[in-house]
């Protein structure tokens, strides 16, 4: 589960790792009156307006309807609720949205932390996952942080360091501090960069997230080191564990037909072809998938309805499916193992009766138990819809209704 910047951040400073403090508003009125609320609490007289998007590439990604980026400083409070009106209700666009961009309902008010002192800032790049090759997690962290982190990857991979950590035992010191020396740092920073990897790798592992990026983390001028951004994404099969993390979802960030999946159960992702796929587990939905490309269509998602479809999940994963218009087929696969395929087979029936007209052919394919009896119920049922027992008889279908 991604959650937004400002979150993020609160969820870091939780586990005592070093941010750059914000507040986040949803009009322009409302961001004025917390940037005098930061001035107070930090000092700060410039300000950062970030919009918020679960998309990366904000500082560069454009409104479409004003020109503005989506991250703007403001040289003063006066300057706050004119930036604030050119990205709130706006559409930004950036490389991790697609041309379709998302909508900016909110954003952040940050403090200016690249003020002057008695050396530079730098930014550094610093991320937490698992290396599922090893079974251990890993921190990637560079010299090079900032925007572009994809093309120093892609452009100079030796300048990005690796640092795993056995979960038996947890980060330690040595590890912290190989860390900041490779970033070239000493003194007071080394000792702050120390203190923040400890923290932000122990806040990783507290959440139970899949993912921690941070990028830029900032030396300040006067050896700070910070979060200035942070994209956080949670493990949804942790959340059992966490349910004030819950709350921290945002469904208008969320694809609708995803989030109408969630509700049902259904594992659900949206893809850009042209046969939508109802299959039960995740093994048959690829090998699916793959039957689709080779008959000549493309997969439209990956639907898997779980080991005991029925006639409300089938109606559910139908009326799912049907919201995308580029859909010219489905494909119902299913294998009876916990699930008998007669029932299914009436299932199908009656979440076909229940939805109505469905103008696209559908093709149902049952194998497994009760397959025969089940390829019975769908011939007999007097609906437009094509049976098949096996996957090739699937596939030709599929090719022949899609000619």
Known sequence: MNIHEYQAKKVLKSFGVAIQEGKVAKTSEEAVEQARKLTEETGTEWYVVKAQIHAGGRGKGVINETGSHGVVLAKGIDKVADIAKGILGGVLVTKQTGEAGKKVNQILVAQDVYYPGDSEPEEYYMSVLLNRQTGRNIIMYSTEGGMDIESVAENTPHLIFKEEIDPK????????????????????????????????????????????????????????????????????????????????????????????????????????????????????????????????????????????????????????????PNVKAILLNIFGGIVRCDRVASGVVEAYKSIGSINIPVIVRLQGTNAEEGKEIIDNSGLKVHSAITLQEAANLVKEVMA
């Open 169 to 324: 035992v947890g980060i330690q010191g040595f590890q912290a501090r190989k860390i900041a020396f490779n970033l070239g740092l000493s003194g007071k920073a080394f000792k702050e960069m120390t203190k923040f990897v400890t923290a932000l790798y122990n806040a990783y592992v507290g959440t139970d997230s899949s993912m921690f990026e941070i990028n830029p983390v900032l030396k300040t001028s006067d050896d700070k080191i910070i979060a200035v951004d942070a994209k956080v994404n949670l493990d949804d099969n942790a959340l059992y564990r966490h349910k004030d993390y819950a709350d921290l979802r945002d469904l208008s960030e969320e694809d609708p037909a995803e989030v109408e999946a969630g509700k049902h159960d259904l594992n659900f992702i949206k893809l850009d072809g042209n046969v939508g796929c109802m299959v039960n587990g995740a093994g048959l939905a690829m090998a699916t998938m793959d039957i689709i490309k080779l008959s000549g269509g493309d997969p439209a998602n990956f639907l898997d309805v779980g080991g005991a479809a029925n006639a409300v999940t089938v109606e559910a994963g139908f009326r799912i499916i049907l919201q995308d």
